[in-house]
Structures are given as structure tokens and as C-alpha cells.
């Protein structure tokens, strides 16, 4: 499996890192066809520690998926952040996990943001896989543009 | 009449796509049976092992949540809808997941640690994962890394340079008999071995300095002081409130014990108690004062006590608390400490940012070079060797000791008179006028204070026994027991 970061997205998911850090911070993937067009930046109501955990009550799921359907796109996965850990699904992402999303996890080392990983569910529940994540090809930070003569 | 069930994106790939499912049943419990009956790939998704639904999925009946209404036992209606809407919930590794696992033997080990309930198998794997520094391997040393070693602090490290002597047994009890005359490192790692194969220990056979401190500390969670003496006890606050290491400080003298914990970063430090040292000799060691052998053990062990507390991050720790132990009197006091916030180390505006010269903080004369050979190296002190030969010579010497009565009893330099430090002032008239007199102790920090007291009531020809009696022993006469 892969999904692609449509423009924009990634840079995002790193700004909302960075934006809670220390704590994680979560969102919606929109789009449609392993490609994510947009994100929805939701609030982390988790009450058992914000810098560990993080947590999209029912309402704010609804509300992505609305989104989603008003976009005429589809609810792909969701995004969250790993702070000052690296960006590896944690046996409580397992244990949380849905099928079919894709989870993208960016970790963000003292406010920096660093690796970005995306992951799905094995249907048997056991583990998870890593899925390929590729980008749009614009400017980032550490794919830059080719240079001109 | 069926009822509609709404299915969330994710499980609609088991639903051949369709956001909605009509189903079957009176409860709300029936529709979800029906519903996996019909689609089986749901069954593991929305249910854990044990039968019940999992906590992040949300059963809606109409807009109430089931869990405010009868669960899977609420009576659904002809023309109500049930929705299954998820919460999306994870989340960085726990400092649990990440711990080391403790092994059949492990549980069985520490298992009184384990039923506790203030520690727990995760705290004991907290421990596992933790490593503590000890600074010497002596009285307090002794009682503290085998008590932490023997609880399961995984890594152990232990700084020491010295070798086992008999003088040691009273109270170091890490070594044994056997062990007079092997390094101390080796002798603890085989203690710490055999009591518990767990723990990694890691020796450093050096004399903790300004040029290795910083290294050596990073590696540890919590650093042991048992150093006894000043300039390495400031060497150790210095260092560990510049790596921002918790020290676990105690000391001890005769039958008082003091314990405390500095270096945090709400706490204070050593220098906020005791910012300068006092001036070199006026406070006598163990080896010169003596200590009661039990002592360190308590305090030894209430050092180890509050290493534990910090790395598991319970109870009270002495941070901002200084203990006071009198084993005579058998009494604690507590005195409150503050952060100073003009402490040159860990004040607002720190003016040590580096480790300096504490044996020049101290006062300490550095040792000249010369004195290993055992010439005389300046007029105002001789050395064991030279005093032999020029009584062996006949010369007319005047030989004063200054040590404590129950210290003459155990050895002398034959011929030598004593008169204690403390009583000099009233009787240094018994002195012989004219003679040339040797002054000499244990190991000579005595002596001098006797060789400036008699000068600064004239009498100027005296000469200090360069390392006591205990170098004499060594160099001249080693019948004698050495203490």
C-alpha cells in the first residue's frame, strides 16, 4: 500500500507538531484514492496525558467525516504526533487501531519536526504495516527544488 | 421492520461499501449480532477477546451514546437507528512499553517488590532500566550499592581507586577479610555478582576529577556520593548540578551522620548549604577522628533509599530537607533547606559554568613531586626515613606526638612523648627548650596545626613528620599495627 501527501499536507502535519509540541497533537486525512488533499486539524481530548496520548472523541470523527463528504472526497486515515519519540506505532496505537486508515505519525524531536511514517492495521489485528508515503512535488525543506542553471 | 445500522468508513470494506446495513433484533446487542452474522470480517474490529465491545468503538442509539442508555441491552424501536462511530485514540510509546522485561527469575526475585503496591512490576522495570553512580566504594559506598544492586538498579557504576586494607572491615562491608590487599572495585563486582547476576556493574579504577566528572556522570541517572573528603565532595555538586544529576549526598563522622539531596532542579546544592569549604584541617576525617562502624550502614542506606525514590519519582526525597543522624542519642533532625539564589553553582547567575581546581578551592597544598623518593623536601618537614637515620645517627631529637591517648596505644614511634593537639596551648612549656623537635600524628594534618601553634608562641624548631606515623610505619618500622 501507499499513500500519497497531496500539496501542502505534509508541511501541515508538521506545523500541528510543532504547534502542540510538547504534546501530540491529531487530525483527519481527507482525500480520496491514496491521496490525502486535505487535513483537518482536530482537538486532542485525550485525559490521560496530552504529551503520550491523544484522542478524537465520536463528535469530532463525525465532524470528519462530514468534512470529507462535503469535499466529495473520503475520511483516509488520521495524523498524529509522536513528541521527542520516533515516529513508530506504539502498542497503544495498535491496540486503538481501525482498519483500512492509514496512520501517519510525525515525530517531533525538542520542537523540531523529523521523520514521517504511515501505517495501516493487518485485518487479523496483529500488528501494523508500513505503507510507502510519497509527496506532491513542490518545495519542502528536505526534498528541495532542483537547481536552475 | 429492520433497523438501519450506519457503518463508518473503515468498516465499510467488510459492508461491500454500504454506509448503511439493515438488520434484524429487539436489543441493541441483537442488531450488532445480526450485523457481524451477516458480515464476519466486523466481528474482530468491534469486539475484544473477552466478548465485549471495544472502548473505542461508540454504539449510538439516535444520538445516545448506549453507554448512557442499557448498553447492548437497550430495546431498540421499529424506524431507530443504531450508528457505530468511532474514537481515534494512540499516542507515543508509554515509559512502561519502553522498559526492559523482567525474566521468571526476575519476578521471582524482586517479588516483594512486585506485590507492593506503591512499586509494582513496572516500577521494578524502572529500576531495571535505571543506573546509579557511586562515588567510592567505602563505608558509604558499601551498604549503598549492594542494598541498590540487591533491588535491581540495572547498571551500577562504582569510581575507586584504592585497595582493600584491614582498617576497612569495620565498616565496608561490601569486602571481606579475604579481600585485604585487592583493588576495591574487584571486590565489590564480585560481591554485587554474586548477590545479583542482574546488575551490570562498571568500574572506573581512577580518582574521580575535574577532567572526568561530566563524562563519567552523564551516563547515570542518580549520583551516590560517599566521598570523604571536601574537595571531591564539591567536585561532585559541581558536576552534578552541571549535568543536572540528582546527588544523593551523605556523610558521616564518629557517631553523626548527615543525609540530604541536592542537585535538583527544584533543590538546592551542597554550596547553598556550604558555600566555601572550611579551612583544611579544622574538620577531621574518619581516618583521623574515627567512626562508628555501623554508622555508614545507616547512613549508607538511607542514601540508597533516596536514589531509589527519585528514579521512581515517590514519596518525599530529602530535596530541600537536610537529615542529621546522632547514633549516640539515637535521634534524626531536619533541617529545611533553600535554594540559594546567589549559589555561584546553581544560583540565578552562576558564576562556576565548569569544573574547577578544588583542591585549590579547598586550600589543599598540592603533594611535592619529590616526596615519593623520601628525601627531605624543605626544612620544615622530614620524612620517616630521614628522621630514622638521624636517630640512628644519635642525634638529640625531641620526638612530640600529638594524636589522642587511645591512638598511642596502638602504635608510637619509640621514644616519643605525647601531648594532644588540643592540650598544647597549656603545656607546651613541658617541651624541652633548646631541642630540636619532630611533631607527628596519624598522617600529619595534626602535626602541622601543632608545628603553627608552637610557632606562633615562638617556638620555631620543629619539624613535621611527613605522612605520621602511618608512613613510618610504612617506610621504617612495619612491626607495628597500622590503623
Known amino acids: ?149 | 421492520m429492520p433497523n438501519t445500522i450506519q457503518i463508518p468508513t473503515p468498516l465499510r470494506p467488510f459492508t461491500d461499501k454500504k454506509e448503511a446495513v439493515e438488520v434484524n433484533g429487539a436489543t441493541v446487542g441483537e442488531l450488532l449480532a445480526d450485523l457481524t452474522k451477516r458480515y464476519d470480517g466486523l466481528r474482530r474490529h468491534l469486539y475484544a477477546d473477552d466478548g465485549r465491545l471495544r472502548n473505542f468503538v461508540n454504539i449510538y442509539l439516535n444520538d445516545e451514546d448506549i453507554r448512557y442508555l442499557q448498553r447492548e441491552q437497550t430495546p431498540v424501536k421499529p424506524g431507530d437507528t443504531l450508528s457505530i462511530v468511532p474514537s481515534v485514540a494512540g499516542g507515543a510509546p508509554t515509559v512502561a512499553e519502553e522498559l526492559p522485561t523482567l525474566t521468571q527469575e526476575e519476578i521471582k526475585r524482586y517479588s516483594r517488590h512486585l506485590i507492593m503496591p506503591e512499586l509494582g512490576v513496572d516500577m521494578q522495570r524502572r529500576l531495571k532500566a535505571s543506573s546509579v553512580l557511586c562515588i567510592g566504594a567505602g563505608g558509604l559506598g558499601s551498604p549503598a550499592a549492594m542494598y541498590l544492586a540487591a533491588a535491581g538498579i540495572g547498571r551500577m557504576g562504582i569510581v575507586d581507586f584504592d585497595v582493600v586494607d584491614y582498617s576497612n572491615l569495620q565498616r565496608q562491608i561490601i569486602h571481606t577479610t579475604n579481600d585485604v590487599g585487592v583493588p576495591k572495585l574487584e571486590s565489590a563486582r564480585n560481591k554485587i555478582a554474586a548477590m545479583n547476576p542482574h546488575v551490570e556493574v562498571v568500574g572506573y579504577e581512577t580518582a574521580l576529577s575535574s577532567e572526568n566528572a561530566l563524562e563519567l556522570f552523564r551516563d547515570y541517572d542518580v549520583i551516590l556520593d560517599g566521598t570523604d573528603n571536601f574537595p571531591t565532595r564539591y567536585l561532585v555538586n559541581d558536576a552534578c548540578v552541571l549535568t543536572g544529576k540528582p546527588n544523593a549526598y551523605g556523610s558521616i563522622f564518629r557517631f553523626e551522620g548527615q543525609a540530604s539531596v541536592f542537585g535538583t532542579k527544584e533543590g538546592p546544592c551542597y554550596r547553598c548549604l556550604y558555600p566555601e569549604p572550611p579551612p583544611p584541617g579544622l574538620v577531621p576525617s574518619c581516618a583521623e577522628g574515627g567512626v562508628l562502624g555501623v554508622l555508614p550502614g545507616i547512613i549508607g542506606v538511607i542514601q540508597a533509599t533516596e536514589a531509589i525514590k527519585v528514579i521512581l519519582g515517590i514519596g518525599e526525597p530529602l530535596i530541600g530537607r537536610f537529615l542529621i543522624y546522632d547514633a549516640l542519642k539515637m535521634r534524626f533532625r531536619e533541617l529545611k533547606l533553600r535554594k540559594d539564589p546567589d549559589c555561584p553553582v546553581c544560583g540565578t547567575h552562576p558564576t562556576v559554568t565548569t569544573l574547577i581546581d578544588y583542591e585549590q578551592f579547598c586550600g589543599i597544598r598540592p603533594e611535592p613531586a619529590a616526596a615519593q623518593t623520601g628525601a627531605a623536601v624543605n626544612d620544615w618537614e622530614i620524612t620517616p626515613v630521614e628522621l630514622k637515620r638521624r636517630l640512628d645517627a644519635g642525634d638529640d631529637l625531641f620526638i612530640l606526638d600529638v594524636r589522642e591517648p587511645n591512638e598511642y596505644q596502638i602504635n608510637r614511634i619509640p621514644g616519643s612523648t605525647l601531648i594532644p593537639l588540643g592540650e598544647l596551648p597549656r603545656r607546651y612549656q613541658e617541651l624541652p627548650k633548646g631541642k630540636e623537635i619532630i611533631a607527628q600524628c596519624k598522617m600529619g594534618g595534626r602535626s602541622a596545626k601543632a608545628q603553627d601553634f608552637l610557632k606562633s608562641v615562638g617556638i620555631t624548631n620543629v619539624k613535621n613528620l611527613r605522612g605520621g606515623i602511618l608512613e613510618w610505619i610504612d617506610k621504617v618500622d612495619p612491626s607495628q599495627p597500622k590503623y
Open chain 1, 1 to 149: 500500500m501507499a499513500l500519497r501527501l497531496g500539496d501542502g499536507v505534509r508541511e501541515a502535519i508538521r506545523a500541528h507538531g510543532v504547534e502542540t509540541y510538547p504534546n501530540e497533537c491529531c487530525g483527519a486525512l481527507i482525500g480520496r484514492d491514496g491521496v490525502v488533499t486535505a487535513t483537518l486539524a482536530l482537538a486532542n481530548m485525550t485525559e490521560e496525558g496530552p504529551r503520550r496520548r491523544f484522542l478524537v472523541r465520536p463528535q469530532d470523527y463525525r465532524e470528519a467525516e462530514r468534512r470529507a463528504s462535503e469535499l466529495g472526497a473520503e475520511l483516509l486515515g488520521f495524523y498524529h504526533s509522536h513528541p521527542d519519540h520516533p515516529a513508530r506505532p506504539s502498542q497503544y496505537d495498535l491496540d486503538h487501531a481501525w482498519p483500512f486508515f492509514s496512520y501517519v505519525i510525525v515525530s517531533v524531536k525538542a520542537g523540531v519536526p523529523e521523520g514521517m511514517t504511515s501505517w495501516r492495521l493487518r485485518e487479523d489485528r496483529s500488528a501494523f504495516d508500513a505503507e510507502d508515503l510519497t509527496y506532491a512535488q513542490h518545495h519542502t525543506d528536505s526534498h528541495p527544488a532542483a537547481p536552475l542553471h
